[in-house]
């Protein structure tokens, strides 16, 4: 006999919020929600729209403008045993579309229906990051813990706080730790270059993993003279290296070319080129090597998010314009240009018109080599847009 669904708190929702289930989002806004008395904080609860029609089960934060994110069309009895099927389907889905690497996002919040949940290998270290309320429950780490643990054998689990989405969650403070293991520093590989990995250090999880296979395809265009700009710990720049004269990397973090130094040592080879690390400001810099007239036959642009909200979009465009209009004027005929762009808020359309606008007025010609998205490990849910957000251009220039 299937167990009987103990009652869960009912959420009602009104008929926008229900239409935007009914396209495939996930997402309920707390302005659509009707009523919600006395749901505790974090809690699974079944979803109606305003009539009482049931739509599905989801997670609720109290305190997120995102109140209610969906985990199932259907009811659901035992939500631990939820998890673990999704974790392994998380798991099974890598297999299939991730190679050459020992390194990768495993779990992508909504994008493996498990909103708020990121977990990222870097061989054997895991890396944890909990962004909801729902999955910052005792019950819920325990099952996701030991879920991990048995399928994968890490010898290590580590958690990753971001205190200021703890805040927002209204979480009680916790400091970053291990959750399982004791190990903290481990070795990891994309596409044959070697990396080092702090759990504790560096931006995001560790190193850019959304980038990976970009890293690979740029590498097949690279040549001649390459500047990587917004290097962090080098992941372009090392990649550029095996095909290319000479090779610097740019970047304001003395901490982050720290490490990207000590990634060229694990890499280095007699006949490819020693990378320079510059830590500077990047604006600055390319103003300064511009004005100089400084030519590249390589340039990558990989700034950080420009625009953390809708409101930001005008500006981000005109920081994106900047660098892209200097790097055009510094490459030679025939050069690559890989330029990104990680903020959500701006489309691939907005980006495309920025860079066709930066080439008018460097007047470069453009011929697109590829339109690029984030690496398959961390999936676009079609329906959900929000899943999409990193792009990348290479494009070949002219004059
Ligand atoms: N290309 C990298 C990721 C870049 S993340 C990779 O593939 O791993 C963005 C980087 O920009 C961070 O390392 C951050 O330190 C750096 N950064 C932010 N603002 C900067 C600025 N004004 N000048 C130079 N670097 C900057």
């Not at 780490?141 to 991990?148: P, W």
Request: charged content about 20%; proline content about 6%.
């Amino acid at each position: 006999m299937p167990p009987t669904p103990t009652a869960l708190p009912k959420v009602k929702i009104s008929p926008r919020g229900a239409t935007r289930l009914k396209d495939g989002h996930v997402w309920v806004y707390r302005s659509d929600i009707v009523s919600a008395e006395g749901v505790p904080p974090g809690s699974l609860v079944s979803v109606a729209d305003h009539r009482g029609k049931p739509l599905g089960t989801a997670l609720y934060s109290s305190s997120s403008q995102i109140a209610i994110r969906m985990i199932s069309t259907d009811p659901v009895a035992d939500f631990p045993a939820l998890l673990r099927q999704r974790i392994a389907d998380a798991i099974a889905y890598r297999e299939s579309v991730v190679h050459n690497t020992d390194a990768y996002r495993l779990i992508f919040s909504e994008a493996d229906f498990l909103p708020g949940l990121i977990a990222d290998r870097y061989n054997d270290i895991l890396s944890l990051q909990i962004l909801t309320q729902a999955m910052d429950a005792e019950p819920v780490r325990q099952a996701v813990i030991s879920e991990l643990a048995t399928r994968l054998h890490p010898a290590a689990i580590i958690e990753r706080v971001d205190p200021r989405v703890r805040e927002l969650e209204t979480l009680p403070p916790r400091a970053s730790g291990l959750l399982h293991g004791e190990k903290t520093a481990t070795t990891f590989a994309m596409n044959g270059i070697q990396f080092s990995f702090d759990a504790f250090e560096g931006q995001k999880t560790g190193a850019f993993l959304d980038q990976r296979e970009n890293y690979a395809a740029a590498a097949q265009y690279a040549h001649g003279d390459a500047l990587d700009v917004f290097c962090y710990q080098g992941g372009f720049a090392l990649h550029l290296a095996p095909r290319c004269a000479q090779v610097t990397g740019v970047d304001s973090s003395r901490p982050a070319l720290e490490v990207a130094d000590q990634n060229a040592a694990l890499n280095r080879r007699d006949n490819q080129p020693e990378i320079e690390w510059i830590e500077a400001n990047a604006f600055d810099l390319l103003k300064d090597y511009a004005s100089t007239k400084r030519q590249y036959d390589t340039i990558v642009l990989d700034p950080p998010t420009f625009a953390k909200t809708k409101r930001d979009l005008d500006a981000a465009l005109r920081g994106y314009k900047e660098l892209n209009l200097r790097a055009l004027k510094m490459l030679r005929p025939g050069g690559i240009l890989v330029t990104c762009s990680c903020s959500y808020h701006v489309s691939q359309s907005n980006f495309l018109e920025m860079l066709s606008s930066s080439a008018i007025d460097a007047h470069r010609t453009l011929r697109l080599l590829e339109v690029r998205g984030q690496a398959k490990d961390h999936p676009i849910l079609l329906n959900v847009p929000e899943t999409a957000y990193l792009k990348c251009v290479v494009a070949s220039v002219s004059n």
